[in-house]
């Protein structure tokens, strides 16, 4: 039988069960593989029922190329029809997926105990109600945030919120003082925590209410990017009445090179993009879930045209809105002929260039051609612009990209705002507005300054004496116990 001593060292990741959580982990693991090769990784995987080919396909790739990383599929549950056919959102859907795992979860954990070492158990920030079972089992936790150090200060304060206001944040019409975070219109909150009846919303509360009990949190970005905020949860600004658990900023960790096994040939848009003055071309990319109506896509391309500048755009086929918000199903191509303005493709070959569903979004954003972005404020999509020293303008669609525009906008300084109705759609007049802005303003002059020493910080971030490489170096450290030293 094997001793403590003799088993084999692990780190065991319980990501939530959305595709680009999984991607952040995975980068993770391959950072911490980098610098210590010997741990074996284990990932276990909530089997979601909306479509899960990308997710599929994505942990078979990974499988292949990390042979020390292991994958457990939980026992899948199937959702009660009487849930898929509600008003249920995403979020609310993703919690009952994960409160079903708890059995699942602890059972799984005494089972790796058997052979395995573990080190730590590191959560995801959205299946943090699942730490007192890592507790119960004497497993370090940490709480992984895939997103910004804004977004975990505001998790963190959320109790205190909670016990202040009774009202729902979409109904007070004020703003919020969150230590570390530009005042908040409460309408920009994440989206989970609008509704104060909502079930999410009471899932979001007790994974922050579990947040006491962790041994660390890990974020993906870097102390340059968001000085306030990771302050203020390093001093216990955001934690109140509990000692302070070590903040391990890591960033920036993005997927630099996953696109480059997509095919063996270039892509097209980066053929047309070699074809491109410097600096000139506005790339539009609303990730996986980025989908528009058909009037809105004929806006955008209005405004487009009007603006007279170079563009690349990734357009996504519209889709139902049962589909929009349980992501079920594959989407099927997208048919330009219909979607956009009768003659919109010829009247622009000159300066833009549309392409279908997806584009390899970090090489565009590293191209020398690509002079802006239009984003969706997905926390990788930032990373990966600002890593390309890529200025944008916000446009957020879902989840906390609302609140990330306000971060990015009043506090970081890297975006200019995109002004949307109260219905969320966006008039051509805007869309042509804010491309001018970004390109020929000196406002965007601005803008494009600050994301270019940003590039410069997070180069300097990952080098051997830099913040990040000097927290993950703490990281592991943190995971030797007294006797691996004997």
């Given at each position: ?39 074996a ?35 899948p ?14 979020e ?13 979860l ?29 507790s ?30 009774l ?32 079930e ?66 270039k ?8 074809s ?17 109506s ?43 002929e ?5 003659g ?17 979004q ?47 906008v ?5 975006a ?15 869309v ?20 270019t ?21 703490k ?12």
């Amino acid at each position: 039988m094997k001793t403590r001593k003799t088993m084999k060292e692990a780190v065991v990741f319980y990501p939530a069960p959305l595709i680009g959580h999984l991607v952040s982990t995975i980068e993770l693991c391959k950072l911490i593989l980098s610098h210590r090769p010997s741990l074996a990784i284990h990932i276990l995987i909530t089997i979601a029922p909306y479509d899960t080919a990308t997710a599929s396909n994505y942990i078979s790739a990974v499988s292949t190329a990390l042979p020390s990383v292991s994958f457990h599929n939980l026992p899948p549950f199937t959702i009660p029809q009487t849930l898929l056919s509600s008003s249920l959102n995403h979020e609310s859907l993703l919690f009952h997926l994960l409160h079903h795992n708890d059995p699942h979860l602890h059972q799984t954990l005494l089972s790796l105990s058997q052979t395995h070492s573990i080190k730590a158990l590191i959560f995801d920030i959205l299946s943090t109600q699942s730490i007192p079972i890592a507790s119960q089992l004497n497993i370090p936790s940490y709480i992984f945030n895939p997103s910004n150090a804004s977004i975990l200060a505001v998790f963190l304060y959320h109790r205190t919120l909670h016990q202040k206001y009774l009202q729902s944040f979409k109904d007070l019409n004020t703003f919020l003082n969150i230590p570390g975070v530009p005042p908040m219109p409460s309408s920009d909150m994440p989206k989970p925590l609008l509704h104060r009846n909502d079930e999410a919303y009471h899932n979001f509360l007790s994974c922050s209410l579990a947040a006491d009990k962790a041994a660390g949190y890990i974020v993906n970005t870097f102390e340059a990017l968001e000085p306030s905020s990771t302050k203020a949860i390093s001093q216990g600004l955001c934690l109140l009445d509990f000692p302070v658990a070590p903040l391990f900023c890591l960033g920036p960790i993005v997927a630099a090179n996953a696109e480059k096994n997509a095919s063996d040939h270039k892509h097209q848009c980066l053929r047309w993009l070699d074809s491109q003055p410097s600096k000139s071309v506005v790339f539009l990319c609303f990730g996986s879930l980025g989908v528009f109506s058909k009037e809105q896509l004929c806006e955008i391309a209005i405004g487009l045209e009007k603006s007279n500048q170079r563009f690349l755009w990734v357009v996504r086929n519209p889709v139902t809105e049962q589909k929009h918000n349980l992501a079920l199903g594959l989407q099927e191509e997208p048919d330009f002929e219909l979607l956009l303005p009768k003659g919109f493709l010829e009247r622009t070959k000159e300066k833009g260039l549309v392409v279908k569903s997806w584009a390899p979004q970090a090489a565009v954003l590293k191209h020398d051609s690509v002079g802006g972005f239009v984003s969706h404020c997905g926390w990788n999509s930032v990373l990966e612009a600002v890593c390309g020293g890529v200025p944008m303008i916000a446009w957020p669609l879902y989840a906390e990209q609302r609140f990330n525009r306000v971060v990015l906008v009043e506090e970081i300084k890297v975006a200019l705002w995109m002004h949307e109705s109260e219905s969320g759609f966006v008039a051509a007049t805007e869309v042509e507005e804010r491309v001018r802005e970004l390109m020929e303003s000196e406002r965007g002059n601005r803008v494009r300054e600050r994301v270019t020493g940003l590039k410069d910080e997070a180069k300097g971030a990952v080098r051997e004496d830099g913040s990040s490489h000097v927290a993950l170096v703490k990281l592991l450290k943190s995971w030797k116990s007294p006797e691996d030293s004997k």
